[in-house]
């Protein structure tokens, strides 16, 4: 099956830096998805993103699909940026199927 | 404010017993799935279904689990006996074909 790794593992960062994780993907994807796992356990989706580049006031995200990688921009990091974000793909034979990569977890200090 | 509802939120069992995890997607999504959530697996997918029939349930352990869709505003996912091993947060998302899932707040379950 399909394989995504994302990078770096953890991060730590004072308030007010910015951040760009990265996440790679062995095959063609129909959907990736970048996730924000807060300290409650909560998925929150932060980007539906297969191709091209997308923004959300502190976030932005790039997918360039050709390469196999995406990347999630994180500006003016706040506190509340701190938990896990996860990118999960969905390859063209998985009907659906989101395979999840193993994680970054963001650790924002003030 | 459209959201995947799951209940139980927090269940705590003991091994042999029957647990029932419940599944509200949104309206007028047509697949549903269940993933399951560990430190040493990550989040990995155990069934899923499109307008209610199952697609894939190859995540399952067959014996114990078994997933449901009795209507389209239910899914369930059942573990009967369940094990400590089961111990998990379980997960319930919708989305509409191939677009954006989302998730459920989750059932974290202990099984001790």
């Known amino acids: 099956g399909i394989q995504v790794e994302q990078s770096p593992p953890d991060l730590i960062l004072q308030e007010g830096a910015n951040s760009t994780l990265r996440c790679n993907f062995s095959?063609?994807?129909?959907?990736l998805q970048w996730f924000h796992q807060n300290p409650w356990g909560q998925l929150i989706n932060l980007f539906y993103?297969?191709?091209g580049t997308k923004q959300n006031g502190r976030l932005s995200a790039t997918t360039v699909a050709t390469e196999r990688y995406s990347l999630l921009y994180i500006s003016s990091s706040q506190t509340t940026d701190s938990g896990v974000y996860f990118c999960a793909v969905v390859s063209g034979t998985s009907y659906g199927k989101l395979t999840f990569g193993q994680g970054t977890i963001l650790t924002v200090h003030p | 404010d459209a959201r995947v509802t799951q209940t139980p939120r927090h269940k705590v069992t003991e091994m042999g017993q029957e647990v029932t995890m419940r599944c509200q997607p949104i309206l007028g999504h047509n697949t549903v799935f269940w993933y399951r959530q560990t430190m040493m697996q990550g989040l990995e997918l155990l069934a899923y279904f499109r307008n209610r029939a199952p697609l894939d349930d190859s995540g399952m352990p067959k014996d114990r689990f078994s997933a449901e869709m009795p209507d389209a505003t239910l899914a369930t996912l059942k573990i009967q006996p369940s094990e400590p091993r089961d111990s998990a947060v379980y997960f319930c998302?919708?989305?509409?074909?191939?677009?954006?899932?989302?998730f459920g707040p989750g059932t974290r379950l202990t099984v001790l």
């Open positions: 998302a919708s989305g509409y074909r191939e677009d954006t899932q989302y």
């Open positions: 993103i297969p191709s």
């Open positions: 095959d063609s994807v129909n959907n």
